[in-house]
């Protein structure tokens, strides 16, 4: 069927072709760009809305559906010309501006980038190469140093599968699934060397040669570099080596670490990539400056002493965790058999190896650990919140054993969150009808998020509400689709489509479903929190999300004791658990939440960045004073879980923890939310809401992090200035 072209519509599409405006929707949704601008996902979006959401807001999955003759026959229909030329427009001229942040503030690194290496990277929910919030923070990091053009490339794997999607069963019990990734639906292709040839790394080991390819994506002005070892010439075990994203045992471990590390270094060597600047974005990447002192010894004749200086100056760690297991150890057979062949290069004895991994060298007992290597090859380390630089410092303390602890060498950014990639459409549009116009580029300046006192308090209090019914309509969607895959009978069904109500006090909480996190923690009294979540006048509804590692059985239980109160009468109405969180959720929750609630057992939770993406949208916190809230909470812009104190006995603190959490929803949050002055509106709730949004937004944004991070530990880094070694 062919469509006549109305005469009007042929101008707007300035004379384009099919072929070219395909071209043109290709070329944006070729660029992670789109990610975080509205004009774009909107567009992508009104192409085709099933489709849309069927192929997990995937651009290049959804242009795949059509030819070039259909999507301009969709375009007329839909008068999106002028959309098209103008979200181009958009990313052209995103990517030509010269005149950003760091070219005033990092232009040492112009032509040699920071490299950034993760294991992880999450920057959309259709890209399954993260599992949670280490891979979030990665995303926004990468985002924010292409909106403030710091010079960076990123370093990951491409992981075949991924972490596991999460299903339910009908008892509550966590299944994982698989899934291929496609990587046609990716926007990516094969980087070139400097010969125009697909790069290959091989990475010898003593028992082999592993094989990676790599893949490299646009991220705005930045760009990810991803390896892949499913490629010919690997063993089949080697094929799938990097098939699962935390999935594998010890071996296999060491083996992706190896081919992130120093595979990363050779990857970016081949592209022809000098970086002024590595950073190890957690202990999984920590092989990789040995890789790059091999190639100064080679290169520029330095004995390894000398190399080991150079690497570290330009060498950034940071640690992510209080948890001891979180810090990879491996023993030393393991770390012999994968690095012996780079040892033997780097001319240093089996002893000087595994002492570079240990906290006492000498000690033959201790495993090689990953963050110890991080720390000794890094000459800027850093943890991720104030508190969380505190306690790494102590936890390390042993490495530097002639230092007090205050000046162990570990310092702190805290972490924060990529706001246009958080911040919801309906808020983004309030403040850009009140703030200044510049805001956007400068939302990491105090003076910007002042101006939301000037905001119409019955308007913020709108804009909420409909962030919250949009929620809850996402919240029915999934808890009615779910029922239905249970095949529950058709009246649960039904109830499940009008589950929650919008004028209700509502809470949300999504974590991993670790056992410091205490998911249940708030159902420690249930009489107490059935009074409080069925009180007639002021009632109070609670939605969870979260994963637990596969082979965590308690975090498992966790989920099935929460999911299962869908049967208790008391909890049926008011108590829902989402299935399967990754960012796509997490996005509707903290669009639309009243109360973001954390309660981890203090100080476990290093830093956490889902309660920072609240701020954004008019949410508040209610947390226990750990990571990031422990260094933001006033008294006047959100709640605090307990007084900031521990206690050695993890039961007692948990009592009192769950005592703090009634009390204060008793005495302070229900009594804020449900009042309402002579206009209607719920002030005191509404002031809240603004001191959130004025005290912590631009102290919690990913681009204040970048900021610090470029001024106090990328621009000294590679200026050579001369450096105390950290071992
Ligand atoms: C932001 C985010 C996280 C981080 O969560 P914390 O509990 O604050 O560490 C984890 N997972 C997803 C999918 C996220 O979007």
């Given at each position: 069927m062919s469509i006549a072209i109305p005469e009007s519509s042929t101008l707007t599409r300035d004379g384009l072709t099919s072929q070219e405006l395909y071209d043109k929707c290709v070329s944006i949704a070729s660029n992670l760009w789109w990610v975080w601008s509205p004009d774009a996902i909107e567009l992508f979006r009104d192409i085709d809305p099933v489709l849309w959401r069927q192929f997990d807001h995937n651009p290049v999955r959804l242009l795949r559906e059509f030819t070039p003759a259909e999507l301009d026959n969709r375009a007329s229909q839909l008068a999106l010309y002028s959309r098209i030329n103008q979200c181009y427009r958009l990313l052209k001229e995103y990517l030509a501006d010269k005149r950003t942040w760091g070219a005033n503030n990092?232009?040492?690194?112009?032509a040699r980038p920071v490299a950034f290496f993760s294991a992880e990277f999450g920057i959309h929910e259709s890209m399954p190469i993260y599992s949670g919030g280490l891979g979030v923070l990665s995303g926004d990091h990468m985002k924010s140093a292409s909106d403030l053009g710091v010079p960076m490339v990123g370093v990951g794997l491409l992981y075949g599968q991924g972490y596991f999607r999460q299903l339910l069963d009908k008892n509550g019990i966590q299944d994982e699934a698989y899934v291929d990734t496609d990587r046609q639906a990716i926007a990516m292709c094969p980087a070139l060397d400097v010969d125009h040839q697909p790069v290959q790394v091989g990475i010898e080991t003593r028992v082999g040669t592993i094989f990676a390819k790599v893949w490299q994506l646009d991220i705005g002005r930045v760009r990810l570099y991803l390896l892949d070892c499913d490629v010919d010439g690997n063993s089949d075990d080697d094929r799938k080596?990097?098939?699962?994203?935390?999935?594998?045992?010890e071996r296999t471990k060491i083996r992706q670490e190896l081919v992130l590390g120093v595979g990363g270094v050779r990857a970016l060597n081949a592209l022809g990539i000098t970086p002024g600047i590595f950073h190890l974005n957690e202990g999984h990447s920590a092989f990789g400056p040995l890789e790059v002192i091999r190639h100064r010894m080679e290169e520029d004749g330095l004995s390894f002493e000398n190399a080991v200086r150079d690497v570290a100056q330009q060498t950034v760690f940071t640690t992510h965790t209080p948890i001891a297991s979180g810090h990879d150890r491996f023993n030393c057979e393991l770390v012999e058999e994968h690095l012996g062949p780079l040892r033997d290069a780097l001319e240093i004895s089996y002893e000087q190896m595994m002492g570079l991994g240990r906290?006492?060298?000498?000690?033959?007992?201790?495993l090689f650990c990953m963050t110890v290597i991080g720390l000794k090859l890094s000459r800027k380390a850093n943890a991720v919140s104030q508190l969380h630089g505190h306690v790494s410092r102590r936890m390390w303390s042993s490495l530097w054993p002639w230092r007090v602890e205050e000046e162990v060498p570990i310092g702190h950014i805290t972490n924060g969150v990529h706001v246009p990639s958080w911040l919801s459409v309906q808020m983004r549009r309030l403040y850009d009808r009140y703030f200044s116009q510049d805001w956007m580029s400068r939302m990491g300046e105090p003076d910007i998020w002042?101006?939301?006192?000037?905001?119409?308090p019955g308007e913020l209090w709108e804009t909420h509400n409909i962030l919250k019914t949009q929620m809850i309509r996402f919240v029915r969607q999934r808890v009615s689709a779910l029922s239905r895959r249970h095949q529950e009978e058709d009246k649960a069904i039904e109830k499940a489509r009008k589950i929650?109500?919008?004028?209700v006090l509502t809470l949300g909480f999504a974590a991993r479903f670790e056992t410091y996190q205490r998911a249940s923690l708030i159902f420690r009294d249930f009489d107490r929190i059935d009074q409080i979540v069925n009180n007639s006048q002021r009632p109070v509804q609670l939605i969870f999300a979260g994963k637990a590692h596969p082979k965590n059985e308690s975090g498992k239980q966790f989920i099935q004791s929460i999911s299962n109160l869908r049967h208790d009468p008391r909890f049926r109405d008011s108590v829902v658990f989402i299935e399967d969180y990754d960012i796509n959720v997490c996005r509707h929750l903290i669009w639309g939440v009243d109360v973001w609630l954390n309660n981890p057992r203090r100080p476990m939770d290093a830093s956490g960045t889902s309660g920072q993406k609240v701020i954004y949208n008019g949410g508040l916190n209610f947390s226990v004073l750990d990571g990031w809230w422990s260094e933001a909470?006033?008294?006047?812009n959100g709640f605090a879980i307990g007084n900031g104190t521990q206690h050695v006995d993890d039961d007692v603190a948990d009592d009192r923890d769950a005592l703090s959490i009634y009390e204060t929803l008793e005495k302070k949050i229900v009594p804020s939310y449900y009042l309402r002055d002579s206009d209607g509106l719920p002030n005191d709730w509404i002031n809240r809401m603004m001191n959130s949004i004025a005290t912590l937004a631009w102290r919690f944004s990913s681009h204040r992090m970048i900021m610090d991070y470029t001024r106090e530990c990328y621009v000294p880094a590679a200026g050579g200035k001369s450096c105390e070694m950290n071992f």
């Amino acid at each position: 069927m062919s469509i006549a072209i109305p005469e009007s519509s042929t101008l707007t599409r300035d004379g384009l072709t099919s072929q070219e405006l395909y071209d043109k929707c290709v070329s944006i949704a070729s660029n992670l760009w789109w990610v975080w601008s509205p004009d774009a996902i909107e567009l992508f979006r009104d192409i085709d809305p099933v489709l849309w959401r069927q192929f997990d807001h995937n651009p290049v999955r959804l242009l795949r559906e059509f030819t070039p003759a259909e999507l301009d026959n969709r375009a007329s229909q839909l008068a999106l010309y002028s959309r098209i030329n103008q979200c181009y427009r958009l990313l052209k001229e995103y990517l030509a501006d010269k005149r950003t942040w760091g070219a005033n503030n990092a232009g040492v690194l112009g032509a040699r980038p920071v490299a950034f290496f993760s294991a992880e990277f999450g920057i959309h929910e259709s890209m399954p190469i993260y599992s949670g919030g280490l891979g979030v923070l990665s995303g926004d990091h990468m985002k924010s140093a292409s909106d403030l053009g710091v010079p960076m490339v990123g370093v990951g794997l491409l992981y075949g599968q991924g972490y596991f999607r999460q299903l339910l069963d009908k008892n509550g019990i966590q299944d994982e699934a698989y899934v291929d990734t496609d990587r046609q639906a990716i926007a990516m292709c094969p980087a070139l060397d400097v010969d125009h040839q697909p790069v290959q790394v091989g990475i010898e080991t003593r028992v082999g040669t592993i094989f990676a390819k790599v893949w490299q994506l646009d991220i705005g002005r930045v760009r990810l570099y991803l390896l892949d070892c499913d490629v010919d010439g690997n063993s089949d075990d080697d094929r799938k080596l990097t098939s699962r994203l935390y999935g594998g045992d010890e071996r296999t471990k060491i083996r992706q670490e190896l081919v992130l590390g120093v595979g990363g270094v050779r990857a970016l060597n081949a592209l022809g990539i000098t970086p002024g600047i590595f950073h190890l974005n957690e202990g999984h990447s920590a092989f990789g400056p040995l890789e790059v002192i091999r190639h100064r010894m080679e290169e520029d004749g330095l004995s390894f002493e000398n190399a080991v200086r150079d690497v570290a100056q330009q060498t950034v760690f940071t640690t992510h965790t209080p948890i001891a297991s979180g810090h990879d150890r491996f023993n030393c057979e393991l770390v012999e058999e994968h690095l012996g062949p780079l040892r033997d290069a780097l001319e240093i004895s089996y002893e000087q190896m595994m002492g570079l991994g240990r906290v006492d060298p000498q000690n033959k007992s201790e495993l090689f650990c990953m963050t110890v290597i991080g720390l000794k090859l890094s000459r800027k380390a850093n943890a991720v919140s104030q508190l969380h630089g505190h306690v790494s410092r102590r936890m390390w303390s042993s490495l530097w054993p002639w230092r007090v602890e205050e000046e162990v060498p570990i310092g702190h950014i805290t972490n924060g969150v990529h706001v246009p990639s958080w911040l919801s459409v309906q808020m983004r549009r309030l403040y850009d009808r009140y703030f200044s116009q510049d805001w956007m580029s400068r939302m990491g300046e105090p003076d910007i998020w002042s101006e939301i006192y000037n905001v119409d308090p019955g308007e913020l209090w709108e804009t909420h509400n409909i962030l919250k019914t949009q929620m809850i309509r996402f919240v029915r969607q999934r808890v009615s689709a779910l029922s239905r895959r249970h095949q529950e009978e058709d009246k649960a069904i039904e109830k499940a489509r009008k589950i929650l109500d919008p004028n209700v006090l509502t809470l949300g909480f999504a974590a991993r479903f670790e056992t410091y996190q205490r998911a249940s923690l708030i159902f420690r009294d249930f009489d107490r929190i059935d009074q409080i979540v069925n009180n007639s006048q002021r009632p109070v509804q609670l939605i969870f999300a979260g994963k637990a590692h596969p082979k965590n059985e308690s975090g498992k239980q966790f989920i099935q004791s929460i999911s299962n109160l869908r049967h208790d009468p008391r909890f049926r109405d008011s108590v829902v658990f989402i299935e399967d969180y990754d960012i796509n959720v997490c996005r509707h929750l903290i669009w639309g939440v009243d109360v973001w609630l954390n309660n981890p057992r203090r100080p476990m939770d290093a830093s956490g960045t889902s309660g920072q993406k609240v701020i954004y949208n008019g949410g508040l916190n209610f947390s226990v004073l750990d990571g990031w809230w422990s260094e933001a909470f006033n008294g006047t812009n959100g709640f605090a879980i307990g007084n900031g104190t521990q206690h050695v006995d993890d039961d007692v603190a948990d009592d009192r923890d769950a005592l703090s959490i009634y009390e204060t929803l008793e005495k302070k949050i229900v009594p804020s939310y449900y009042l309402r002055d002579s206009d209607g509106l719920p002030n005191d709730w509404i002031n809240r809401m603004m001191n959130s949004i004025a005290t912590l937004a631009w102290r919690f944004s990913s681009h204040r992090m970048i900021m610090d991070y470029t001024r106090e530990c990328y621009v000294p880094a590679a200026g050579g200035k001369s450096c105390e070694m950290n071992f």
